[in-house]
């Protein structure tokens, strides 16, 4: 029979070292999670929910059993804090440390393995003692290209989050370099925040909140004010901005199988519009958003006649030639081969759908395709002017890639020779080395 007295930490028994210094850190105060700090941390500032943590860890049994180490595997582990990936004692535990730290955690069942244990490690309802240390964290990364990333400082309720269309109600502290410059009560629509001065960062982050919830949103120029930058709050060109969010309550849209087919052409009228007035004001990105709103809505359909048909694929149609236009113009040249194709499919002779794929393959260096689609763009229309200059233009590309292919092989072949002649210089030929003469 194994009792509590069985692990020491620093030389006492672990409960009563943790009596004698322990810190409830659970928030109902109920013992569930007792923090013992071994090691101050590096400064005041700790992980917020949705962080990226990095932690080394050593969990043991009250009979002093090791159960596990990232240490004994010299590998740490990483989590999102406070997402309910981990035990609930970690999440807790971690919230509650500083970078550099180094604590001991005595944590109650419930918190840990609760009444079933873990087979062949952890007994039924066994209390577990955790010894971590947060080596990093960083905020949650939402975007691929890290140009948004949260920190969330107040948990929200629900499981539901606004989407495309949602009509939010939010408070907005935008600062630059520590200087605040932006503070108010905003609504706007999601997809739409532009029009309300809410950059675009804020906008894009509105669909993994949830209500009551409030974060810190670290914006890369392309999320924040771009390189115009935004001269009424004295902001210059390319600056990285943040912006405190509090979503305090939305409405969500209606989603595509919630609408009949009538709802969703009456809606794409207007949708429609709103892309085309951002495409003009050179807001690519928002503008993308609408086009495929449409696309989500109608891709499904097929109409109960003809006309009502020919009007869903005008609409697909059109929507796929303007992601294709605004995907160019924020060079992402295989977004825009994606979206003509699409167009193509639906229209193989569509002269803008294939003009457009020429012009992303020509800016992918891929010429000798691009050059096809210009040719297949005169077929449509001999007078088109523009595709004759752009395959003058694929030719001379080509015979430049060619030149240059010719160099560099020739350079290639060079150096193999004179490499092959230095080999030679130092080999020695049987029929040059003497030999003695023996008899037998």
């Not at 992980?47 to 043991?60: A, E, F, L, N, S």
């Not at 919230?95 to 873990?118: D, H, I």
Request: with cysteine; proline share 4%.
């Amino acid at each position: 029979m194994t009792t509590d007295q069985d692990l020491t930490i620093d030389g006492q028994p672990a409960t009563a070292m943790f009596a004698a210094k322990g810190i409830d850190v659970t928030p109902s105060k109920d013992q569930g999670v007792i923090k013992v700090v071994k090691r101050q941390g590096l400064d005041g500032e700790r992980p917020m929910i949705g962080d990226r943590v990095v932690v080394h860890y050593t969990g043991k049994l009250l009979t002093g059993k090791t159960f596990d180490s990232s240490r004994d595997r010299r590998e740490p582990f990483c989590f999102n804090v406070g997402k309910g990936q981990v035990l609930k004692a970690w999440d807790i535990a971690v919230l509650s440390m500083q970078r550099g730290e180094v604590c001991t955690f005595l944590c109650k069942p419930e918190y840990a393995y609760g009444s079933a244990g873990n087979p062949n490690k952890i007994p039924p309802n066994s209390s577990v003692v955790f010894e971590m240390e947060l080596l990093k964290f960083e905020g949650e990364v939402l975007t691929d290209d890290s140009g948004i990333i949260r920190r969330i400082k107040v948990k929200g309720d629900g499981y539901t989050n606004p989407n495309d269309g949602a009509s939010v109600e939010v408070h907005l502290e935008g600062k630059c370099d520590g200087r605040l410059f932006d503070c108010r009560d905003v609504s706007f629509v999601v997809g739409e925040a532009e029009d309300k001065g809410v950059p675009f960062g804020v906008d894009r982050a509105m669909d993994k909140m949830q209500k009551g919830e409030c974060c810190l949103l670290y914006l890369k120029p392309k999320y924040g004010f771009g390189n115009k930058g935004k001269p009424e709050y004295k902001i210059g060109p390319d600056k990285d901005i943040i912006y405190e969010v509090t979503l305090k309550d939305f409405q969500r849209a209606k989603e595509s199988w919630e609408m009949d087919l009538l709802e969703k052409l009456n809606l794409a009228v207007g949708v429609k519009h709103k892309g085309n007035q951002y495409f003009k004001a050179g807001l690519y990105y928002q503008a993308v958003i609408q086009y495929q709103r449409i696309v989500s809505w109608l891709e499904m359909e097929c109409g109960s006649g003809l006309d009502q048909h020919k009007k869903i694929q005008t609409f697909i149609l059109t929507s796929h030639l303007n992601l294709a236009l605004c995907f160019l113009r924020i060079k992402e040249f295989s977004q825009a081969v994606e979206h003509c194709n699409k167009a193509i499919e639906l229209d193989e002779n569509n002269e803008k759908a294939l003009y457009r794929r020429g012009e992303a393959r020509l800016l992918r260096n891929e010429f000798s395709l691009a050059m096809e689609d210009f040719q297949l763009v005169l077929q449509v229309n001999p007078s088109n002017r523009a595709a004759r200059a752009h395959i003058s233009i694929c030719q001379s590309k080509i015979k430049e890639h060619h030149e240059q292919d010719k160099k560099t092989y020739a350079n290639m072949f060079q150096k193999f020779a004179e490499r092959d002649a230095k080999v030679s210089k130092l080999t020695i030929h049987p029929t040059t080395i003497p030999t003695k003469c023996t008899t037998i």
